[in-house]
């Protein structure tokens, strides 16, 4: 007579567990909490339960099988943060190795162990800190703009999100990256960032001492060379418009902006110092609309100019070319796309508007045309474009700027066909005359 298995003790259907359906087996055990709970393997445990989840964890289920080895891993999306990083690895046939977050001190270690691969990082702050520091250990890093890997992230923003798009991002063949800069073309380009910051500051201050005393009736003429009348005002002891406790306050604010003043212009020495021992610093000296900040700045900013493979393509890169929306063939062209550098791209619109306000602007046949069709504004836009072109080829050559007007016409005897072509050019010219008088 076959025996009833609600008979059979706790123990013998524990070990039928794995040749058992699994949610008949575990109602039957629910059905006999009375008996107590015993297992040879797990001893101790009397008169105790445990849930599924852990009798199929602890009794013997099929283990999960072991994941692909990070020996494996070629490619490798790096998200930075401040104090946990994502990193999403990759091998060969595309299969996801690892995808983990590290703390600060577990990022070095953690690529030291792996071996050389291809690793991508968004150019943000930090990376190229950290892309000096993971090539040291035998890595291919490459830094990708920002705005380039915000458009592989699929569906929400999040870490992991982004770690996968930064991976998906480098494995593009046509991709574009970002020079990684050594820790004296960071410091070139820092000097540049803190001076901004400065003048930002002290465009502040007169802003601020400009609109209080505009309250009392003191006003002055645009321009920050306007502004000693202001402080004549407030230094002249007849003076009793403002009354003492914002006097004082303005006075403070006196003594923060000559304070700002001083610091501008050491700063600014050491950009020139830094400037006159730069050989590309020198050569875009030459340029017109070129200062020794600007040229400065250009040379420490732009540390790889053959990454653009033109000129025109450098101008688009600092946002100096129109926007285009356009769709079904027809483009529509708006305003200048303003991306890229802003800081290379004020200073470019900056030289361009002196030369404007030059002499050269009335020698230029190219620019009397165009300031008699356009704004100023719009034709110091497309001046800027034109000198970061210009700067762009002077970078490639490595050679001083040379006008139209300095180039010789004249022919040279060493080239094949030069004088022929000149003999030919005369012979041209008397006939040009006739028919241009005729």
Same mark, same amino acid.
């Given at each position: 007579?076959?025996?009833? =298995?609600?008979?059979?003790?706790?123990?013998?259907?524990?070990?039928?567990?794995?040749?058992?359906?699994?949610?008949?087996?575990?109602?039957?055990?629910?059905? !006999?909490?009375?008996?107590?709970?015993?297992?040879?393997?797990?001893?101790?445990?009397?008169?105790?339960?445990? @849930?599924?989840? #852990?009798?199929?964890?602890?009794?013997?289920?099929?283990?999960?099988?072991?994941?692909?080895?990070?020996? /494996?891993?070629?490619?490798?999306?790096?998200?930075?943060?401040?104090?946990?990083?994502?990193?999403?690895?990759?091998?060969?046939?595309?299969?996801?190795?690892?995808? !983990?977050?590290? !703390?600060?001190? /577990?990022?070095?270690?953690?690529?030291?162990?792996?071996?050389?691969?291809?690793?991508?990082?968004?150019?943000?702050?930090?990376?190229?800190?950290?892309? %000096?520091?993971?090539?040291?250990?035998?890595?291919?890093?490459?830094?990708?703009?920002?705005?380039?890997?915000?458009?592989?992230? *699929?569906?929400?923003?999040?870490?992991?999100?982004?770690?996968?798009?930064?991976?998906?991002?480098?494995?593009?063949?046509?991709?574009?990256?970002?020079?990684?800069?050594?820790?004296? /073309?960071?410091?070139?380009?820092?000097?540049?960032?803190?001076?901004?910051?400065?003048?930002?500051?002290?465009?502040?201050?007169?802003?601020?001492?400009?609109?209080?005393?505009?309250?009392?009736?003191?006003?002055?003429?645009?321009? *920050?060379?306007?502004?000693?009348?202001?402080?004549?005002?407030?230094?002249?002891?007849?003076?009793?418009?403002?009354?003492?406790?914002?006097?004082? +306050?303005?006075?403070?604010?006196?003594?923060?902006?000559?304070?700002?003043?001083?610091?501008?212009?050491?700063?600014?020495?050491?950009?020139? &110092?830094?400037?006159?021992?730069?050989?590309?610093?020198?050569?875009?000296?030459?340029?017109?609309?070129?200062? =020794?900040?600007?040229?400065?700045?250009?040379?420490?900013?732009?540390?790889?100019?053959?990454?653009?493979?033109?000129?025109? #393509?450098?101008?688009?890169?600092?946002?100096?070319? @129109?926007?285009?929306?356009?769709?079904?063939?027809?483009?529509?062209? +708006?305003?200048?796309?303003?991306?890229?550098?802003?800081?290379?791209? %004020?200073?470019?619109?900056?030289?361009?508007?002196?030369?404007?306000?030059?002499?050269?602007?009335?020698?230029?046949?190219?620019?009397?045309?165009?300031?008699?069709?356009? @704004?100023?504004?719009?034709?110091?836009?497309?001046?800027?474009?034109?000198?970061?072109?210009?700067?762009?080829?002077?970078?490639?050559?490595?050679?001083?700027?040379?006008?139209?007007?300095?180039?010789? %016409?004249?022919?040279?005897?060493?080239?094949?066909?030069?004088?022929?072509?000149?003999?030919?050019?005369?012979?041209?010219?008397?006939?040009?005359?006739?028919? &241009?008088?005729?």
């Amino acid at each position: 007579m076959p025996q009833d =298995p609600n008979d059979e003790p706790a123990s013998v259907l524990l070990e039928r567990l794995r040749g058992s359906n699994r949610q008949t087996t575990t109602r039957r055990l629910r059905a !006999r909490t009375k008996e107590p709970f015993s297992h040879p393997s797990l001893p101790g445990l009397m008169g105790w339960m445990a @849930p599924e989840r #852990h009798l199929c964890a602890k009794l013997g289920m099929q283990l999960q099988q072991r994941g692909p080895s990070m020996a /494996q891993v070629t490619t490798i999306g790096l998200d930075l943060a401040k104090r946990v990083f994502q990193v999403h690895g990759v091998d060969a046939t595309g299969t996801v190795v690892v995808r !983990r977050s590290l !703390r600060r001190r /577990q990022v070095l270690a953690f690529f030291a162990k792996l071996p050389s691969c291809l690793v991508g990082i968004e150019a943000c702050a930090t990376a190229h800190c950290w892309a %000096r520091e993971i090539t040291k250990l035998g890595h291919d890093v490459r830094l990708i703009p920002p705005a380039y890997a915000k458009a592989y992230v *699929r569906r929400n923003k999040n870490d992991p999100a982004d770690a996968a798009a930064i991976w998906e991002a480098v494995s593009r063949p046509s991709m574009r990256f970002v020079a990684i800069k050594t820790e004296a /073309q960071q410091a070139a380009a820092g000097i540049h960032k803190v001076r901004a910051m400065l003048v930002k500051q002290r465009t502040m201050l007169i802003n601020t001492l400009r609109g209080l005393m505009a309250e009392f009736g003191i006003v002055v003429a645009d321009g *920050r060379q306007h502004v000693e009348e202001l402080i004549a005002v407030l230094t002249d002891p007849a003076e009793a418009r403002i009354a003492a406790p914002l006097h004082d +306050g303005l006075m403070a604010i006196v003594d923060s902006l000559r304070s700002l003043e001083q610091r501008i212009e050491r700063i600014e020495k050491q950009i020139l &110092g830094w400037g006159r021992s730069n050989p590309t610093c020198r050569h875009l000296t030459t340029i017109p609309g070129y200062g =020794p900040i600007l040229s400065s700045a250009m040379a420490a900013m732009v540390v790889e100019p053959t990454a653009f493979a033109s000129a025109r #393509h450098f101008a688009a890169s600092l946002g100096l070319v @129109p926007r285009q929306d356009g769709t079904g063939g027809k483009v529509k062209l +708006g305003p200048i796309s303003k991306r890229g550098n802003g800081y290379l791209r %004020r200073l470019l619109v900056n030289g361009a508007m002196s030369v404007l306000c030059s002499k050269r602007a009335k020698e230029d046949p190219w620019l009397m045309k165009l300031l008699a069709s356009k @704004p100023r504004k719009v034709a110091a836009c497309a001046l800027a474009n034109k000198l970061a072109r210009i700067g762009w080829g002077v970078m490639m050559r490595q050679e001083d700027f040379r006008s139209r007007r300095m180039i010789s %016409r004249t022919p040279d005897p060493s080239q094949p066909d030069a004088v022929l072509t000149a003999l030919k050019t005369a012979s041209r010219a008397p006939l040009a005359v006739t028919c &241009g008088q005729s």
